[in-house]
């Protein structure tokens, strides 16, 4: 069963709008989020995070919301670039798990558009 | 440079053939995992260790094995008995102690003929 679950397989944007990616996760132990980019045939790279004791974090362009009741979180770009297009990995830990671990999401194909 | 070199980047090898694929990390961090990414997949954990001499299954354990004799180094091997060995293989490593991203190398890509 999928705990962290990216509904949205691909999205495509204007240059210069928002983009936003969604997150839903259904473990409510999941205290610690992280957003990743991934350019085919590299590594992912640490993009940013969040605790679950705040709602929000902002990171230049980037931001991440978390709405822990509604077990939802998403990352705005604003504005997208053209070097955003990649693919986007929500990823969860878990809070006294013994050992630390990420659950990812299947990903969201970012695409923005010149 | 600081980093986490995987090896080799990309590796044919025929079926019930066994492979090791290597990641060196000099950053000195305490933890390494390895993942597997397939197409419109997430990355799946196979294997993570926290420290030296100590290493436990990720959610997708069959079929691999790895060691964990050094610091620096994770190597993982894909056994004959990996069912669908070809995939994106990812490493990654971690500082320690509380929460944190993980860092990843470069990945290494095994097709299987």
């Known amino acids: 069963d999928q705990q962290v679950k990216q509904n949205s397989p691909s999205l495509s944007v204007q240059e210069g709008r928002i983009s936003i990616l969604n997150c839903d996760y259904t473990n409510s132990m999941f205290d610690y989020f992280l957003w990743y980019k991934k350019y085919p045939a590299e590594g992912p790279t640490f993009l940013i995070s969040i605790s679950s004791i705040k709602d929000k974090n902002e990171d230049g362009r980037f931001t991440v919301f978390l709405n822990k009741s509604a077990k939802h979180l998403s990352l705005h770009i604003v504005p997208s670039q053209p070097g955003d297009s990649a693919v986007y990995f929500c990823?969860?830990?878990?809070?006294?798990?013994?050992?630390?671990?990420?659950?990812f999401g299947k990903g969201t194909k970012l695409s923005v558009i010149p | 440079d600081g980093g986490i070199t995987q090896s080799p980047k990309y590796l044919f090898r025929k079926e019930g053939q066994n492979v090791t694929l290597s990641c060196e990390q000099n950053?000195?961090?305490?933890?390494m995992y390895w993942y597997r990414q397939d197409p419109g997949q997430g990355l799946r954990l196979i294997y993570y260790s926290q420290i030296v001499n100590d290493f436990q299954k990720g959610d997708i354990a069959e079929g691999y094995s790895v060691s964990r004799e050094k610091k620096e180094s994770f190597p993982l091997t894909v056994t004959s008995a990996q069912k669908n060995p070809t995939a994106f293989y990812l490493c990654?490593?971690?500082?320690?102690?509380?929460?944190?991203?993980?860092?990843f190398g470069e990945g290494s890509r095994l097709t299987v003929l």
């Open positions: 950053l000195n961090h305490d933890a």
């Open positions: 990823a969860a830990s878990e809070k006294g798990a013994g050992s630390y671990q990420l659950t």
């Open positions: 990654a490593t971690r500082l320690g102690g509380g929460t944190g991203e993980l860092f």
